[in-house]
T-cell receptor
Framework: GAVVSQHPSRVICKSGTSVKIECRSL??????MFWYRQFPKQSLMLMAT?????????EQGVEKDKFLINHASLTLSTLTVTSAHPEDSSFYIC????????????FGDGTRLSIL | GIQVEQSPPDLILQEGANSTLRCNFS?????LQWFHQNPWGQLINLFY???GTKQNGRLSATTVATERYSLLYISSSQTTDSGVYFC????????????FGAGTQVVVTP
């Protein structure tokens, strides 16, 4: 069964809306979670690294005020797309690892975000 | 940063055929994973294989870390094998961040 749960799976909303996506590790404590974005026909690009109890680390070119990340517990990280616009439409997917080392990453099923 | 190159970019197979997908990487890695992304976007873990050989049913993978490449073998392909196959690596100084290749789009026809 899935070890990482992501919710919601699909969101369609109007421009200017803020959208929250949740990523939960179901049967392990995830000290680190990662958020990726994938545009159609492209690969996954890392947006940010989310560490429990501390500020997220964002990749170059990713606006931290646009994509708010909170990792309040060892099993939950959230990504909020603030004041979303059509260009934010994409597939967002999270992953989690047990420890910050060489463990395999487990991915959620992704969230397809469409901004009208 | 590390470069991850996958080949071929596209592959069309007839059901029952065998194929090999390749992943080259430009630096030492301490984690390598192969994924299958299905048409619904789900990323399925196939192998965690920083070195050596593993097999799981009709799929197998080999990573030769010293030569910086990994191979994914699909035998007796089925239409359900269609999708995009990604190779992703973690380097020693990347703190667990996966760097993905561009993927191989596989279409298996009946």
């Amino acid at each position: 069964g899935a070890v990482v749960s992501q919710h919601p799976s699909r969101v369609i909303c109007k421009s200017g809306t803020s959208v929250k996506i949740e990523c939960r590790s179901l049967d392990f404590q995830a000290t680190t979670m990662f958020w990726y974005r994938q545009f159609p026909k492209q690969s996954l690009m890392l947006m940010a690294t989310s560490n429990e109890g501390s500020k997220a680390t964002y990749e170059q070119g990713v606006e931290k005020d646009k994509f708010l990340i909170n990792h309040a517990s060892l099993t939950l990280s959230t990504l909020t797309v603030t004041s979303a616009h059509p260009e934010d439409s994409s597939f967002y997917i999270c992953s989690a690892i047990r420890v910050r080392s060489n463990q395999p990453q487990h991915f959620g099923d992704g969230t397809r975000l469409s901004i009208l | 940063g590390i470069q991850v190159e996958q080949s071929p970019p596209d592959l069309i197979l007839q059901e029952g055929a065998n194929s090999t997908l390749r992943c080259n990487f430009s630096d030492s890695v301490n984690n390598l994973q192969w994924f299958h992304q299905n048409p619904w976007g789900q990323l399925i873990n196939l192998f965690y294989i920083p070195s050596g050989t593993k097999q799981n049913g009709r799929l197998s993978a080999t990573t030769v870390a010293t030569e910086r490449y990994s191979l994914l073998y699909i035998s007796s392909s089925q239409t359900t094998d269609s999708g995009v196959y990604f190779c992703a690596v973690v380097t020693t100084d990347s703190w667990g961040k996966l760097q993905f290749g561009a993927g191989t789009q596989v279409v298996v026809t009946p």
